[in-house]
């Protein structure tokens, strides 16, 4: 599965999804080689 890194707007590009907020602590150094991702009870 490919996806890719938006980084002015903070948003992951998934296949299969489209365009997923994300919440980034700090910034990536290198190649991102997983992502998890994760819904709260909520919805949000």
Known sequence: MDFSLLVPL???KLPKIGLVY???HWEFAGTIKTVTIS???DGK
């Open 10 to 12: 903070s948003d992951l």
């Open 39 to 41: 819904k709260n009870p």
């Open 22 to 24: 994300c919440v980034r």
